[in-house]
């Protein structure tokens, strides 16, 4: 399955909260978006187990967009080889124009992980002889893929940027990004269909 862009973070609201209306604008243009989670974002302390899972899919419906969740632990989320053939194998699998990871400035060790993750498994995706490298016939299966671009969307609970490349106006699908009621960690997260 390909995919026009892949938005790979840390937890299930990051992408939401990164650029929720922008992947609203995507999806209603007709571009097929794949999100992936690097942890199910267990254990919250805000919500039983298993909610969390429940309001992901809930999100990613009203945004019109896929899920998925690896299995990285979260709180423990760290840049390893592993996760970095691990992210590189999808990307060559779902072969997408654009990735979006997160900020690298950032607070939370789980998202600062992600940010070298994600800008690593880029770069591994489009090498060849991974089976010369030891660990790495992991990506044996999948022809090498080079995306166009990769962008860092910025996470509002992390500090603010005193620039940045662009802006994207999301006033158009505004309402649709509210509908998606994020709350991110230290408060109650919660995402629900009017
Ligand atoms: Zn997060």
Redesign the pocket.
Known sequence: MSYDALVI???P??AE?QMGGVLAKLSDRGQRILLVDLSD?EPTDFGARGERAEQAAAAAAILGVERISLTMQDRLVADSLPARLEVARLIRQHRPRWVFGTGEACV?P??AAAATIVRAAVFFARLENWDQVPGGEVLASHAPWKIHRLFFPH?K?EPGWSDAAFAVDVSGVYDRKRRVRIH??GQRWAARAL
């Open positions: 973070a840390a937890h609201d990051d909260a974002g939370h789980d998202h996470c609970m991110l960690h």
